[in-house]
């Protein structure tokens, strides 16, 4: 049975920082892309960044960028999502994502994942 568990979500103010984790189990971790997405209340889940197999290629929305820093160990088989500068529009719940077989991890490729996480709070005050 896979699984993939999200931590490190909390409540944390304006311009503070947070990491968030995803653990998977019952998957041969490294052949899977990984990818975070989010949901605010109200509004669809979007895309927010993805990393290769390897790891050696990221992709991330553009209202991130610079702030947030996708990674994976795969010994640990856990992806990561750094957090910087977080703003009070990035509150929402966070989604760790697996795509078998994807090459370059794009926005649309990574909407149709395998395998979606149950996600973690985050909430910024402003």
């Known amino acids: 049975q896979v699984q993939l568990v999200e931590s490190g979500g909390r409540l944390v103010q304006a311009g503070g920082s947070l990491r968030l984790s995803c653990g998977a189990s019952?998957?041969?971790?490294?052949?899977?892309?990984m990818g975070w997405f989010r949901q605010a209340p109200g509004k669809e889940r979007e895309f927010v960044a993805a990393?290769?197999?390897?790891?050696?290629?990221?992709n991330y929305r553009d209202s991130v960028k610079g702030r947030f820093t996708i990674s994976r160990d795969n010994a640990k088989i856990t992806v990561y999502l750094q957090m910087n500068s977080l703003k009070p529009e990035d509150t929402a719940v966070y989604y760790c994502?697996?795509?078998?077989?994807?090459?370059?991890?794009?926005?649309?490729?990574?909407?149709?994942?395998?395998?979606w996480g149950q996600g973690t709070q985050v909430t910024v005050s402003s």
């Open positions: 994502a697996a795509a078998r077989g994807v090459g370059v991890p794009t926005a649309q490729v990574m909407r149709s994942p395998d395998y």
């Open positions: 019952g998957l041969t971790f490294s052949i899977y892309a």
């Open positions: 990393v290769s197999r390897s790891g050696d290629y990221t």
